[in-house]
C-alpha cells in the first residue's frame, strides 16, 4: 500500500537527525542563531511562524538544530583558544630553551672561573712573600678600570659607539655577559608575566625580563620608545638629533629627566644614544646608553635640581613570534649614582628589585595590557576606552610627581616655614597649572582661584607592610581625611579665613567607592570615590552634600617585592569629562628593605621558592616579621590646594596643620598595624597576643555559657589564648560594644571585621546604631533593656550597613552581656549567622505540651569544618 507524503514526512521527522535542511533554511537558521542562540520553546513556534520556509520543519528538530549550533559554536571557540594556548606554549618553550641554554653558558663561565681563582691561589700560596706581593699587585692592575680617552661624537663616532652599545646589550640580553638571578617571587610561566632576573654582582642595578605579548613587533618598539606613557616616573625625553645609518636604522640624541620618588632626595637625567636597528634574523632592536667623555660632538651640560645619572647599555631585544605576536628581551642596566641620596635611602638606588619593578617589569606589563585591550575590542561601556582611562590614571601620576618635585621651570616657589621643617610648602601661580581648575560644583556656584599649593612631606615608617598601610588608607579615609578640606582642595571658596575647615579633621559623612577599571593584573585600580556628608556648618550650606574623587590605587600586592605603593586622588566635576582638571593629591610608601639584594643566588632562588604556594604561585605571607625581618619604608604626603592669592598665608597655615595631623594619624595606625601588635599566629592580623584581649575571649565564653546554657566554642580549648585563637576564627560574626551612651564597637572576630568591612583599628570609630537600619534600630531598642535584665536576647532578621555603605542582609542574631571578674557588665556582645527562635509550645513524644521561652538553633561543624548536623537550645522549658 502506497505512503502518503503527509505520512512520509512525518516519518522522516521521526527519524530525526536524517532531516536535510535546504541551503535557504540554513541562512534563515543561521541569521536567527545570531539573533538568539538559544530560543525557548514559544520562541520557536514563534520563529516558524514569521518565516515560511521553514514551515514544514517540525519544532522539536528546530530545537535540536539549535543545540547543534551552539555545540559547534562551543567547539569552534574551544578549538580556537586551544590553538592559541598551543601557540603560546610552544613560544614560551622555545624562550625558556634559551634561557636554560644561557643559563648553561653561564655555569660553564662560573667554573671555568671557579677553577682559575683556585689555580691562583694555591700558586699565591707557594709562592715566596715578596713574590706573593708582586703578584697580587700584578693582580690587582689587571682589574683596574682602564681610562679611555675621550670617544668621538661625530656621525662616524656615533656609529661605533652605536655598534659597541648593540653588541654589549646582547651579550645581557641573551649571554653571560650579566650574572642573573631570578626575581625574588616570580615564578615562569605560561600565564605569568614573563621571566623575570636581576643581577648579582654587577656594576650599578640591573634587571631583565623575557615575555610574550601579542603586539608586532614595530608596534612593541613603537610603545617603548615613548618611555613617557608608561614609565610613570619619566618626566620627559626630548630627542635632539636623529641620524639615520646606512643600515636602514637610526642613531638618536636623547635627554630624559626622571622625578625624583620622595621629598628627599632630587630627580635624576640621562643624556643618551638610542640606537634602533634590525639583525640579520629579522629581530628589531631599541638598545640605549649614556653619553659621556665625547668630544667633536653635541652635549648636554649638567641641569639645576638634577643629578646626572648614567645608563649602561640597556635596551630591548624584540624578535617576530610564529602565528604573531612577539617575543621580547629587556634589559635595564643603570648607575643612579646612590652617593648624592641620604644613606637611609640608598637602598633604593642600590637595589636591583626596585629597578625591575618600577622600569622592566612595568614595559612588560604595559604591553601586555595593551595587546590584551586589543584582543577584547568587543567589551561594552568603559571598555571600549581603554586609552582614555589609561590617559586619566597617567595624568593623576604625573600631576602627583609635579607636585611632589615642585620644579621652578612649572611655575614653583618654595614659601619660608613656621619654625618648624617637618612640612614644606611650594606655590605656583603660573597660567598653565591654573588652566582649567575654574569649574562650577553641581550647585552652579563657580569656584574662583589663581594660585595652587602644595603641602608635602616625608616619613619613615618602622615595621609595617606598605600594602597593607595602603589598603587601609584606601578603605578608612575617616581615619585620616576631612572632606571638607579635601572636597575643596580643587577650587577656592569665598570665605573669610576663619571659614577654613583647618581644625575639623575626622569630620566625614562617608565614603563609597566606584570602581571604574583595573589593569590585567590587577596590580593598579582606577576608581570614582563618592564623599558623603559634605558640608555640615551653616557657611557650607551653599556648597554640595556630595563630592566625587578620582583615585588612582595601585601596589597593594602584599607578595610582590620591591612593590611601590600608591593612593592618589583628585576632586572631579559631577560631568566628569575626560579633559576634567585634576589636581591630585595622596600617599606614596616605598619599602626600603627591598635594597637587601640577595648575597648569592642560591640565597635568591631559596627566597623565590619560599615566597611560591598554590595555584597562584604566590604565598599570602602574613607573619612579616619572620619572612622579611623589620620592614621599613618611606612615605611621602602631597597634597595641592587652589585658592585665591590674597588667602595665601591662611591657605598655607591650614595646609600645614591639615598634613601634620595626617601624619600623626598615619602613625598612629602604623603603630596599631605592625607586626609588633600581631599575633605569633599565622595569619591573624590583631593584636591576639595582648592579655586584654585574651581576658576578654574568656568572658564573652563564660558570659555565653552562663545565659545560655551551653559552650559558645568547641570543647577541648584550654588556655585564654587558645580560647581567642578559636573565637577569632569562629565562622559567626562576633563582635563586642561598649556600654557608653552612644556604643561604640570594641572588638570584633574575624568573620566581624569582614561583615562591618573594617578592621580593629577604624572599629572602635563604628558606632552601634550606625549599623543597622531603622527596623534594626527600632529592634534593638526595643531588646536592650530585656538584655541589661535577663542577660540576653534574640533579634529577628534586618539589614545592617558596613563600614564601606554596603548592606548585609542577616537572618537571626543572639545579643549577651558580657561580665567580669566581679560580675559588673563590661560590654554587650553580638553574633550574627545562626537563627534565634521565640518563645512556643512543642510536643514530647509522649504527646505532652512543653513551653519554652527562647530557643537558639545553630550549625555544628565537625573536624573538616563541614555541617555535620542542626542543634537546638531551649532556654526556660517547663511541661505545661
Not at 129 to 147: A, F, I, M, N
Not at 176 to 202: F, R
Not at 306 to 332: K, N, Q, T, W
Not at 642 to 651: D, G, I, R, T
Amino acid at each position: 500500500m502506497a505512503m502518503s507524503c503527509k505520512d512520509g514526512k512525518q516519518s522522516a521527522i521521526d527519524n530525526g537527525k536524517y532531516v536535510r535542511y535546504t541551503p535557504e533554511q540554513v541562512e534563515a537558521l543561521e541569521r536567527l542563531y545570531h539573533e538568539c542562540p538559544k530560543p525557548s520553546s514559544i520562541r520557536r513556534q514563534q520563529l516558524i511562524r514569521e518565516c515560511p520556509i521553514l514551515s514544514n520543519i517540525e519544532p522539536k528538530q528546530i530545537k535540536v538544530w539549535f543545540q547543534n549550533r551552539r555545540c559547534r559554536e562551543k567547539q569552534r571557540k574551544e578549538a580556537s583558544r586551544l590553538q592559541a594556548v598551543n601557540r603560546k606554549l610552544t613560544a614560551m618553550n622555545k624562550l625558556l630553551m634559551e634561557e636554560n641554554d644561557r643559563l648553561q653558558k653561564q655555569v660553564s663561565q662560573l667554573v671555568y672561573e671557579n677553577g682559575y681563582f683556585r689555580q691562583h691561589t694555591q700558586n699565591t700560596t707557594l709562592a715566596t712573600k715578596d713574590t706573593s706581593c708582586e703578584s697580587v699587585v700584578t693582580s690587582g692592575q689587571h682589574h683596574l678600570t682602564p681610562q679611555h680617552p675621550p670617544r668621538d661624537a661625530s656621525p662616524a663616532g656615533l656609529l661605533s659607539i652605536a655598534e659597541e652599545t648593540l653588541a654589549e646589550f646582547l651579550s645581557k640580553a641573551t649571554g653571560t655577559a650579566v650574572e642573573w638571578v631570578q626575581m625574588p617571587g616570580m615564578k615562569p610561566g605560561p600565564d605569568s608575566i614573563g621571566i623575570v632576573a636581576i643581577s648579582h654582582g654587577c656594576t650599578g642595578v640591573a634587571a631583565r625580563a623575557c615575555g610574550l605579548v601579542g603586539l608586532e613587533p614595530t608596534r612593541v618598539a613603537e610603545i617603548l620608545k615613548d618611555r613617557p606613557s608608561w614609565f610613570r616616573d619619566c618626566r620627559a625625553v626630548d630627542v635632539l638629533n636623529v641620524l639615520p645609518t646606512a643600515n636602514s636604522g637610526t642613531i638618536e640624541l636623547l635627554y630624559m629627566q626622571l622625578y625624583a620618588p620622595t621629598t628627599l632626595a632630587p630627580a635624576r637625567d640621562f643624556w643618551l644614544l638610542r640606537y634602533t636597528s634590525v639583525l640579520e634574523d629579522g629581530s628589531l632592536v631599541v638598545c640605549e646608553r649614556s653619553l659621556k667623555n665625547t668630544q667633536n660632538g653635541p652635549s648636554m651640560p649638567p641641569v639645576q635640581h638634577f643629578v646626572r645619572a648614567e645608563m649602561l647599555p640597556s635596551g630591548y631585544l624584540i624578535r617576530p613570534c610564529e602565528g604573531g605576536g612577539s617575543i621580547i628581551h629587556i634589559v635595564d642596566h643603570m648607575d643612579l649614582e646612590p652617593w648624592s641620596v641620604p644613606e637611609v635611602l640608598r637602598p633604593l638606588y642600590e637595589s636591583s628589585t626596585v629597578l625591575a619593578q618600577k622600569t622592566t617589569m612595568t614595559a612588560l606589563r604595559q604591553l601586555r595590557q595593551i595587546a590584551h585591550e586589543v584582543s577584547q575590542s568587543t567589551v561594552t561601556g568603559w571598555g571600549r576606552r581603554p586609552a582614555a582611562l589609561r590617559a586619566l590614571s597617567q595624568r593623576l601620576s604625573r600631576g602627583f610627581n609635579e607636585a611632589l618635585n615642585g620644579f621652578t621651570d612649572e611655575g614653583w616657589s618654595m614659601m619660608g616655614n613656621d619654625g618648624m621643617d617637618d612640612v614644606t610648602i611650594l606655590v605656583n601661580s603660573s597660567p598653565d597649572k591654573l588652566m582649567g581648575l575654574n569649574l562650577p560644583f553641581a550647585t552652579g556656584f563657580p569656584a574662583v582661584s589663581n594660585a595652587v599649593l602644595c603641602a608635602k612631606a616625608s616619613m619613615l615608617l618602622q615595621n609595617v607592610p606598605p600594602a597593607i598601610l595602603l589598603r587601609f588608607l584606601r578603605e578608612h579615609r575617616s581615619e585620616w581625611a576631612d572632606n571638607n578640606i579635601d572636597a575643596y582642595s580643587a577650587a577656592a571658596v569665598k570665605i573669610g579665613p576663619c571659614s577654613l575647615p583647618g581644625s575639623r579633621v575626622g569630620s566625614f559623612g562617608g565614603q563609597v567607592i566606584l570602581p571604574l577599571a583595573h589593569t590585567m593584573e590587577h596590580e593598579e585600580f582606577l576608581e570614582v570615590i563618592k564623599l558623603e556628608g559634605v558640608g555640615h556648618s551653616p557657611e557650607d550650606a551653599i556648597m554640595p552634600r556630595e563630592m566625587f574623587l578620582l583615585q588612582l590605587c595601585s601596589g597593594m600586592d602584599e607578595n610582590a617585592v620591591g612593590t611601590c605603593a600608591e593612593l592618589i586622588f583628585a576632586p572631579i566635576d559631577a560631568s566628569f569629562a575626560d579633559d576634567a582638571p585634576l589636581l591630585p593629591s595622596g600617599f606614596r610608601i616605598i619599602p626600603l628593605d627591598s635594597g637587601k639584594e640577595a648575597s648569592s643566588p642560591n640565597r635568591t632562588l631559596d627566597l623565590a621558592s619560599a615566597l611560591e604556594i598554590g595555584p597562584a604561585g604566590n604565598k599570602a605571607s602574613n607573619d612579616y616579621s619572620a619572612n622579611s625581618g623589620c620592614v621599613r619604608s618611606v612615605m611621602t604626603i602631597a597634597f595641592e590646594f587652589a585658592f585665591e592669592s590674597h588667602m595665601q598665608e591662611h591657605v598655607a597655615s591650614m595646609a600645614r596643620q591639615y598634613v601634620r595631623s595626617i601624619i600623626s594619624s598615619v602613625q598612629r595606625v602604623a603603630l596599631a598595624l605592625s607586626p609588633s601588635h600581631l599575633s605569633s599566629h599565622a595569619g591573624l592580623r590583631t593584636p591576639l597576643g595582648t592579655p586584654e584581649a585574651q581576658t576578654l575571649a574568656r568572658w564573652i565564653c563564660q558570659s555565653y555559657r552562663c545565659y545560655m546554657s551551653v559552650e559558645l566554642l568547641k570543647s577541648g580549648n584550654e588556655g585564654s589564648e587558645s580560647i581567642l585563637k578559636t573565637l577569632w576564627h569562629h565562622s559567626d560574626a562576633i563582635m563586642c560594644c561598649s556600654l557608653k551612651a552612644l556604643p561604640v564597637f570594641t572588638f570584633a572576630n574575624q568573620a566581624g571585621l569582614d561583615m562591618l568591612e573594617t578592621t580593629l583599628v577604624a572599629l572602635q570609630d563604628i558606632t552601634l546604631e550606625k549599623i543597622f537600619d531603622d527596623h534594626g534600630r527600632k529592634t534593638l531598642c526595643s531588646e536592650f533593656p530585656q538584655i541589661m535584665q535577663q542577660g540576653f536576647a534574640c533579634l529577628q532578621g534586618g539589614i545592617c550597613l558596613s563600614s564601606m555603605g554596603r548592606p548585609v542582609s542577616y537572618e537571626r542574631a543572639v545579643a549577651w552581656k558580657v561580665l567580669n571578674e566581679e560580675e559588673n557588665a563590661h560590654c554587650i556582645c553580638f553574633m550574627f549567622g545562626f537563627a534565634c527562635l521565640q518563645g512556643g509550645i512543642c510536643l514530647s513524644s509522649m504527646g505532652r505540651p512543653v513551653s519554652y521561652e527562647r530557643a537558639v538553633a545553630w550549625k555544628v561543624l565537625n573536624e573538616e569544618e563541614n555541617a555535620h548536623c542542626i542543634c537546638f537550645m531551649f532556654v526556660n522549658w517547663s511541661f505545661v
